[in-house]
């Protein structure tokens, strides 16, 4: 079985802080890692490298420095590394990324195409089913449980209020929730074996094909007009009393308000 | 693609096991105001198998026209079937914006549809106007984990399309008497159109109700300490006739059920008061609850982010202040 | 001169802190409190290839080099020094003589399984006579056939009660001191070998440290650690290893204690202030950074030295020293900052300090250390 994983590398967006002199975001320091999401696909990818012999290929569409984050997968067990890079991709947004990933996959041959549900930088969930889109794959997003059967899977995704088990035949795409598995950290033996014998392929525009109209800003339907952090609030009530008149204060604001 | 021939704002309504769901009203409501700004109708399109009930709901709570495609195969949500009939009804009649819930369907759905027709789909959005001279839909969502609001448009492809997260709007007012057009359109779908078999839906029984449509939530974090220290804020929920909700590091305790955790990666909240006790105040937790109409926290940290968003910031322990709060309260009602 | 760390040192870096922030420091109080011994710890380790990582793949290693394996202990050792021991303890006090000093069947039959983390290593050099006098062996070799027969006990013996695989020294020709003691690798299953005491310590308390007892031990001679005789160097060679090892030990653990206090010193107030605006507090903390980083270019030279083929003995004596001296120091000055909470088991101050102090003893003193130190000045 042929797995590609997609993976993006995000800055660790719990560590980001507003700086409050100039109200825009701190990106210095700010650690890069593997898009948590991707890491459960990776996780059980190579699960299934482990227990049936799958082939684990990982790709990722950004800049050079992503190269990290793939070579962490590799250190992790994956097989192959492909970087998909090009300065014809930026501006990219998700329906345009989407066509640079479906466009490097159809080089490749795979039977499950392994995503993370969303990206913690983008939070938007969309690359995912666009890939299958393009790709013309049947889906199946927030999965929570894979198992191989007979000519392709059995599935549990979830649902809000419970979850669906659901068989589908290969290739088939996958998005992957954190309650999926514990991803695993990276293994020390495969981290000497990976950089002395394992290259990261990086691949350009024209090494996948892919329409340049379709790629970057010029492919990327929608643009973002302008971006703000978030307005604080008018200033709040801080208190600090024992807790009975605390709380007397408290209530006493909630019948003020109707709320009670 | 041709922009002017694209009219009317269309909403994704959302039903599972014959229910619409809470967010198709809301969707009504915000794309009530859209379709009223852009002088066009507003339309609800509805997937399922016996959808007569559901049709009259949606014209009382805002819809012009609805929609209709009624099939066995669209009964329960498969993306194939789905992504076909929608994408079949938006070539044939080209809206110019369509609303879809941000919920695991809609996230599901929303990008195989815009992929399908090559256009864009903004997701979460948390607020939505219509741009004066351009009439462009400006969509605007967080983005990096919430620490950022970017405003997008779709200038040059039709439809719009954009996800809503439920909670954000709200609905309009019933009104029964609203005029509707009803198209029931003709659904041509097989078997083999579908390539994922459903074996099972399996509902997780829990007891408590959707923290989503809570007037008033009661919310504890890593500063609640234990499963049983929890029973504090129960107590009050329940005085209070409210639902207790949790932050994600309660969940990752096992304090409380992950169907009540508010946050970035849990739900987005707007109930009239929420009261969030040893909570720090995050920002992917500020994210789910940050537009409550009343924020209370108590925490012993005066320091802590939350304080500063609270309309009420208490220093102090909750396990003290919150039998107190639930003494003074009975004896406000007693009177 | 290269002062930055290669890809692979980084990634390993990285690795062990995230493998320490998730499993080792969660349950690094409870395993002190309680004295137990962190198996389920050893065998994930075992898992990510962290028991074997200087050694070659071919002998179940990791493929890599000594430095990475340095920065492994240290950053463990950061959250919890028991930790740090097991892993110093196992890798250069046993799997490390085996490399050096095994033939091919040796290897074959004992270090991989070593390297894999099948099975935990141990060294048994120090008895109830001869502690810094290594040379006081009173363990006795005696031939008989095919066999070696040991008599004799060991004391204080770091992962003695959970190891399987033992280098063992004993004497074999009392006429010719220091020159009549022989190395032995010695299974836990082997007739005549058993486990004695239990220390109750001071500090790394979930180490298994415990007597080692030889009553008519047959070890077969095959097992013979290198020659007949040549006993003590290997085990000198040995310590000058394992040195660099407890040099990162105690580095990770003064590391980890000075990053409790910063954290501190920023949140606690007193006098309306937090404690980071005090100068005299400041100038204690920088004080304290200048001597971790100084004893941080210490060990990471010796190992380097290792690395690159050339002789480390003078520079991991200086590194433990001056490591170990810093570890009591910044320990303690943890626990001052920290006040009268870090006097209490709730804050992680006062085990670090009750940790840090066997850096300076074991594994050769600080004594020793100058020793070596002056011997090589001096000569």
Redo the contacts between chains.
Sequence with gaps: MNIVVCLKQVPDTNEVKIDPKTGTLIREGVPSIINPDDKNALEESLRLKDEHGAHVTVISMGPPQAEKALREALAMGADEAILVSDRAFAGADTLATSHALAATLSKLDYDVVFAGRQAIDGDTAQVGPEIAEHLNLAQITYVEKVDIIKGGLKVRRAWEDGYENIEVKTPVLLTAIKELNEPRYMNIKNIYDMFQNKEVKVWNATDIGADVALLGLKGSPTKVKKSMTKEPKGKGELVQLPANEAALYVVSKLKENHFI | MNIEDYKGVWVFAEQRDGELQKISFELLGKGREIADKLGEKLTAVILGDKTDDMVKELAAFGADKVIVASHPLLAHFTTDAYAKVICDLANDKKPEIIFIGATYLGRDLGPRVSARLSTGLTADCTSLDIEEETKNLLMTRPAFGGNLMATIVCGDHRPQMATIRPGVFEKLTEDKTKKCEIEKVNVKLTDSDIRTKSLEVVKVASVLADIGEADIIVSGGRGVGSKENFSFLEKLATNLDGVVGGSRAAVENGWVDKSVQVGQTGKTVRPTVYIACGISGAIQHLAGMSDSDFIIAINKDATAPIMKVADLAIVGDYSKVIPEMIAHINTLRNK | MNFTLT??QE??K??VR??TINEVEPIAAEIDRTERFPMETVEKMAK???LG?PFA?KYG????DNL?YII?IEEVSKACGTTGVILSGHTSLCVGPLDMFGTEEQKMKYMVPLAKGEKIGAFGLTEPNAGTDASEQQTTAILDGDNYILNGSKIFITNGGVAETFIIFAMTDKSKGTRGITAFIVEKSFEGFSVGKLEDKLGIRASSTTELVFTNCIVPKENMLGKEGKGFGIAMKTLDAGRIGIAAQALGIAEGALDEAVKYMKERKQFGKPLAAFQGLQWMVAELDVKIEAAKLLVYKAAANKDAGIPYTVEAARAKLFASEVAMEVTTKAVQIFGGYGYTKEYPVERMMRDAKITEIYEGTSQVQKMVIAGNLLK
Excluded at chain 3, 61 to 64: L, M, P, V, Y
């Design positions: 890809k692979e990634f390993v990285q690795m995230e493998f990510y290839h962290m990582i793949t290693g990791a493929g890599g990475s492994a």
